[in-house]
């Protein structure tokens, strides 16, 4: 593996041939694993097909556009466009995460996990996409055809957040309204709601998009610093420490009279079994539940199932689960919850206390 361009050996998740977790190593698996895995899925024929199609809603498309030119006006809304791609309105903006709209999660048009669900809002129906959240690489996640299409949008490309590495990736592709964060790194929007900051978190998790470049780029979440809403997007990820982590790092800017903890965070509840092999990097339904207390999330979107049959647990499963969970911890399913695909959720803006008198 080439050296990584970005090491600063003060950071103890920077290697010289690049990055790595910080809470706990990933130990990557080997092809004996791999074949393993895939062998007792295909004796026991795995995924099981859903029990029940997957919700799907028309979009609101009016509304959706009405809200995206209404400036400092905007309600902040939600609307799931399935698997990670999520349309967040808030502060002025209109924002897209880990923007996958084609037919495969593949570099091959012919082969690879295939979407079962289309986009709940088609690329040519969207309003203006201010902001392009990219949490890592894998195909999932970043797709060369959906971020090329959304640089050629009417009025202007969006600005694109990615973590280190994926900047020469987009330049590449012809986008350069780019920047590229380390853990911990901030960048700042101006909204017509005002200023937005935009942190790239630390995940548990890794990249790579082909045989050689494993650990090679950064990966990540985001927090979300609107002056009216605060978002959390975690991209892909196991559980780690580093959620209690963000937090206590954000404690007094998230205090109860500064309006509280994230509006909404946007959490992954699917493609989790096998649990020997996916836990090192991916959450299961009851771990994102953890993931949600850990933040103090007002309340959570459950997002990362539905779309992409990537692992053996039914599509339609982690619903169920987090059902389930949510029952056994006494948590309103309205703080924790799911959406059909194509839905949009009007939520409350953050309210800050005035001091007493």
Do not use: C
Request: proline content about 10%; glycine content about 8%.
């Amino acid at each position: 593996m080439k050296q990584n361009p970005y090491y600063d050996p003060s950071k103890p998740h920077h290697r010289p041939q690049g990055f790595q977790n910080v809470d706990r190593e990933f130990p990557g698996k080997s092809l004996a694993e791999v074949l393993r895995w895939k062998i007792e899925a295909s004796r026991r024929s795995l995924p099981p097909p859903p029990s029940a199609p997957i919700p799907a809603v028309p979009p609101d498309l009016d509304f959706l556009h009405r809200n995206a030119r209404a400036g400092a006006a905007m309600q902040p809304a939600v609307t799931w466009i399935g698997h990670a791609t999520v349309m967040v309105q808030m502060s002025g903006l209109t924002l897209l995460t880990d923007a996958m709209f084609s037919e495969r999660a593949s570099p091959l048009s012919f082969l690879g996990p295939k979407r079962h669900q289309p986009p709940g809002v088609a690329l040519r129906d969207l309003p203006h996409i201010d902001l392009v959240l990219t949490s890592h690489n894998h195909y999932d996640h970043l797709d060369a055809a959906s971020v090329q299409a959304l640089n050629q949008q009417a009025g202007g490309p969006p600005q694109f957040v990615v973590p280190l590495g994926l900047k020469p990736w987009l330049t590449a592709r012809g986008v350069n309204r780019a920047v590229e964060l380390d853990w911990w790194d901030s960048h700042l929007v101006q909204a017509p709601g005002g200023m937005v900051d935009v942190v790239l978190a630390p995940a548990q998790h890794w990249s790579a998009r082909g045989l050689g470049d494993r650990m090679a780029t950064l990966w990540g979440g985001f927090a979300v610093f609107g002056p009216d809403f605060h978002l959390f997007f975690a991209g892909d990820t196991a559980y780690s420490r580093e959620f209690s982590a963000l937090r206590s790092r954000y404690a007094e800017r998230q205090s109860e009279s500064a309006g509280g903890g994230f509006d909404l965070a946007l959490l992954p509840i699917g493609a989790y079994e096998p649990r020997w092999f996916m836990r090192d990097q991916h959450v299961n339904p009851e771990e994102a539940v953890t993931i949600h207390h850990d933040l103090a999330a007002k309340r959570s979107l459950g997002m990362h199932w539905g779309t992409f049959a990537l692992t053996d647990e039914a599509l339609d499963e982690p619903p169920r689960a987090l059902a389930q969970v949510l029952r056994e911890r006494a948590i309103d399913e309205q703080d924790f919850f799911v959406m059909a695909i194509g839905e949009t959720r009007v939520l409350p803006p953050r309210r800050r206390r005035r001091p007493e008198a």
